[in-house]
C-alpha cells in the first residue's frame, strides 16, 4: 500500500507561481511513473505532467514551457512547478502514482485557483 500527501495548492492571480508537493508513503519501493493530473470545473481528469523512476518526463501541451515536474527519490515525492498561471489552470490537482506490485494510487487532491 502507499499513502499520498499533497500540498501547495492556493490561490493566486494571473501570472503567478505555485508549487505543488506529494509525499509517498508505505511501500514506495514499488513506485515507477509518478504525475499529476487535474480536473477543472465542468471538465474531465487530465494529465498535466508526469516522470518515471529514471527522470523521463511529459506533459500536457496546454502546459509546456510553464509547468516543470521534478521527482526526489530519497523522499518519495514528487513536485510540480507552476509558473504563469492562467486562469484556466484553475482546477482541482491530483498527484498520481504507480506501482508495479500494486498499481495506481491517487491523491486527495489539492484546489489551485488562479483569478485574472
Known amino acids: 500500500q502507499v499513502q499520498l500527501v499533497e500540498s501547495g495548492g492556493g490561490s493566486v492571480q494571473a501570472g503567478g507561481s505555485l508549487r505543488l508537493s506529494c509525499a509517498a508513503s508505505?511501500?514506495?519501493?514499488?513506485?515507477?511513473?509518478m504525475g499529476w493530473y487535474r480536473q477543472g470545473p465542468g471538465k474531465q481528469r487530465e494529465m498535466v505532467a508526469t516522470?518515471?523512476?529514471?527522470?523521463?518526463?511529459s506533459y500536457a501541451d496546454s502546459v509546456k514551457g510553464r509547468f516543470t515536474i521534478s521527482r526526489d527519490n530519497g523522499k518519495n515525492t514528487v513536485y510540480l512547478q507552476m509558473n504563469s498561471l492562467k486562469p484556466e489552470d484553475t482546477a482541482v490537482y491530483h498527484c498520481?502514482?504507480?506501482?508495479?506490485?500494486?498499481?495506481?494510487?491517487w491523491g486527495q487532491g489539492t484546489q489551485v485557483t488562479v483569478s485574472s
Open positions: 498520481k502514482v504507480f506501482t508495479w506490485r500494486y498499481g495506481d494510487y
Open positions: 508505505g511501500s514506495t519501493f514499488s513506485i515507477t511513473e
Open positions: 516522470i518515471t523512476d529514471d527522470g523521463s518526463t
